[in-house]
T-cell receptor, first 114, second 109 residues
């Protein structure tokens, strides 16, 4: 069974631009969560989607948004990029979420904002 | 949210040595997992262990949920064990992991 995939793997953007990252969960998994990893703040939760609905959101500004499609694939969007948005963005999938499922992470997208 | 603390922050071992990594969490949890982050950034699942003990080869883990801690044991360490180990806990607030700051392990030959 294929694992969680994320595209693109690397991305360089300019301050003020916007970016869209994609995550395809493991087949059969319906929950997708997104995390940001930076050297200063560590791993922080962005949001979680299940059946096309955002169920939970972390403490990030509104410039960070996401969505989930009917096939459970998810995208996250960051608008008006800032230098501090440079980070590794990881997504995780699980069967149904709700906290009790084992989560599996993708390889991440490394975003650099210049 | 809950606080997740890992210790030690850094660990240097000779190849063949054993080690114990600790994860303390400040509230009851629905899910606790241990991960190894590879050099490219991917989090590799080691254990899904909200309670009890599990073993997988040279690695084992124990979570004592009532005392709010988990331990990861690495025996006969190898250079390929080097990297950062994270524990992550979900207090059932909606599939949201709270991560510790990690233990950076270096195994020298």
């Amino acid at each position: 069974k294929a694992g969680v995939t994320q595209t693109p793997r690397y991305l360089i953007k300019t301050r003020g631009q916007q970016v869209t990252l994609s995550c395809s969960p493991i087949s059969g998994h319906r929950s997708v969560s997104w995390y940001q990893q930076t050297p200063g703040q560590g791993l922080q939760f962005l949001f979680e989607y299940f059946s096309e609905t955002q169920r939970n959101k972390g403490n990030f500004p509104g410039r960070f948004s996401g969505r989930q499609f009917s096939n459970s694939r998810s995208e996250m969007n960051v608008s008006t990029l800032e230098l501090g948005d440079s980070a590794l963005y990881l997504c995780a999938s699980s069967l149904a979420g709700g906290g009790a499922d084992e989560q599996y992470f993708g390889p991440g997208t490394r975003l650099t904002v210049t | 949210g809950i606080q997740v603390e890992q210790s030690p922050p850094d660990l240097i071992l000779q190849e063949g040595a054993n080690s114990t990594l600790r994860c303390n969490f400040s509230d009851s949890v629905n899910n606790l997992q241990w991960f190894h982050q590879n050099p490219w950034g991917q989090l590799i699942n080691l254990f899904y262990i909200p309670s009890g003990t599990k073993q997988n080869g040279r690695l084992s883990a124990t979570t004592v949920a009532t005392e709010r801690y988990s331990l990861l044991y690495i025996s006969s360490s190898q250079t390929t064990d080097s990297g950062v180990y994270f524990c992550a806990a979900d207090p059932n607030t909606g599939n949201q992991f709270y991560f510790g700051t990690g233990t950076s392990l270096t195994v020298i030959p």
